[in-house]
T-cell receptor, first 113, second 114 residues
Framework: DTAVSQTPKYLVTQMGNDKSIKCEQNLGHDTMYWYKQDSKKFLKIMFSYNNKELIINETVPNRFSPKSPDKAHLNLHINSLELGDSAVYFC????????????FGPGTRLTVL | AQKVTQAQTEISVVEKEDVTLDCVYETRDTTYYLFWYKQPPSGELVFLIRRNSFDEQNEISGRYSWNFQKSTSSFNFTITASQVVDSAVYFCALSGAGSYQLTFGKGTKLSVIP
């Protein structure tokens, strides 16, 4: 029944490690997104994919690399993790751009030690 | 550039009081969409409403109502007879027509005290 799912829910890791967060949506949506929510709750878009094609890359360090194997999945791989990467990462999807509301996954809380 | 301002960082009300959350936006688009999302303490983001720029009718859904005024670029959210379960962070957001980007305000944390 879950519309947008993310794994893992919590991720605790050491600085310098590489980690991935997976996202899947079963809504048949064309567009998927990654957002970062910082400790002050500010939500900022990182990436947007439409039908597996990267549309937005909002000045995100190239240590972050999204991968979309098909339009139902959008994974986020992070290399050489830094303390400042600690945040909650949300995946979202929408039927199409602009008009449609975005449905969010439950979030992945990443803690870099 | 698009911008959403939620000037109220935190609001506390006593249960059963009415409360209004303010949202002011800036955009150069003539067609755009406005949204409200709720983030309860459990952390998920829950969609509440979408409004398009051509529809200035106010919307009511149970205890929730929304007032959209293009003249003042505002899209305010009122909760009537607030309940403890309304305690959450509420985000206003904006998207241009054809845009892939949803621009969020910084959120207003609402605490409803029993």
């Amino acid at each position: 029944d879950t519309a947008v799912s993310q794994t893992p829910k919590y991720l605790v890791t050491q600085m310098g490690n590489d980690k991935s967060i997976k996202c899947e949506q079963n809504l048949g949506h064309d567009t998927m997104y990654w957002y970062k929510q910082d400790s002050k709750k500010f939500l900022k878009i990182m990436f947007s994919y439409n039908n597996k094609e990267l549309i937005i890359n909002e000045t995100v360090p190239n240590r972050f690399s999204p991968k979309s194997p098909d339009k139902a999945h959008l994974n986020l791989h992070i290399n050489s993790l830094e303390l400042g990467d600690s945040a909650v990462y949300f995946c979202a999807s929408s039927q199409r751009r602009g008009y449609n509301e975005q449905f969010f996954g439950p979030g992945t809380r990443l803690t870099v030690l | 550039a698009q911008k959403v301002t939620q000037a109220q960082t935190e609001i506390s009300v006593v249960e059963k009081e009415d409360v209004t959350l303010d949202c002011v936006y800036e955009t150069r688009d003539t067609t755009y969409y406005l949204f409200w999302y709720k983030q309860p303490p459990s952390g998920e983001l829950v969609f509440l409403i979408r409004r398009n720029s051509f529809d200035e009718q106010n919307e009511i859904s149970g205890r929730y109502s929304w007032n959209f005024q293009k003249s003042t670029s505002s899209f305010n959210f009122t909760i009537t007879a607030s309940q403890v379960v309304d305690s959450a962070v509420y985000f206003c957001a904006l998207s241009g027509a054809g845009s892939y980007q949803l621009t969020f305000g910084k959120g207003t944390k609402l605490s409803v005290i029993p």
